[in-house]
């Protein structure tokens, strides 16, 4: 996809997205074939319910359909959030990623799996796991240090079954 295609695009549909009270994430645009599939990701603080994907993804159908955004060939529309283990890019992907498990690429080389326990303008306060009977210990990282990170999926954190059996008590 052209940039120019891609900046047309997210002008268009942005301000539609945010009046639906969500965040524009990603434009894609993919060739499968001989159609051509857009795939719009759209997200927010407290996530995006299926009622809320499904009133965005009619906003930007109509706008698609009475523009040229898309040229004369035939397209389908996927709209959707982020995936379990999102890519975080931006300050709100990190903050949205509080209390969550993520391995960083660090800029100086190597990486670090660790939970987001607070974010602030410069960096994050991680609780790194211990290993092997070892307790679980602080550290600081800045924004600069980190070159890519990216949500962890977790099945069963420790501290939910500790909660579930506490409750269960």
């Known amino acids: 996809m052209s940039t120019t295609q891609s900046e047309r695009l997210r002008e268009l549909l942005e301000p539609l997205v945010t009046s ?8 894609a645009v993919d060739s499968v074939g001989r159609k051509r599939v857009l795939r719009v990701v759209v997200d927010s603080d407290t996530g995006a319910d299926l009622d809320q994907i499904a ?9 698609l359909d009475e523009t040229d955004a898309m040229g004369e060939g035939e397209y389908t529309l996927e709209v959707g959030t982020p995936g379990a283990e999102r890519l975080l890019e931006d300050h709100r992907h990190y903050v949205r990623a509080e209390g969550r498990l993520v391995k960083f690429q660090l800029a100086e080389g190597g990486e670090l799996v660790a939970r987001i326990l607070q974010v602030d303008d410069e960096g994050l306060d991680l ?3 211990g290993v092997k009977g070892r307790k679980a210990t602080t550290r600081r990282l800045g924004f600069p ?6 949500v962890q999926v977790e099945f069963s954190r420790k501290d939910e079954k500790a909660t579930e059996k506490e409750e269960e008590a």
Do not use: M
Not at 55 to 63: G, H, I, P, T
Not at 145 to 150: S, V
């Open 20 to 27: 639906q009270g969500l965040d524009l994430e990603e434009i």
């Open 127 to 129: 609780e790194v796991p």
């Open 55 to 63: 009133d965005v993804s009619r906003e930007l159908s109509a706008k």
């Open 145 to 150: 240090d980190i070159a890519r990170a990216r």
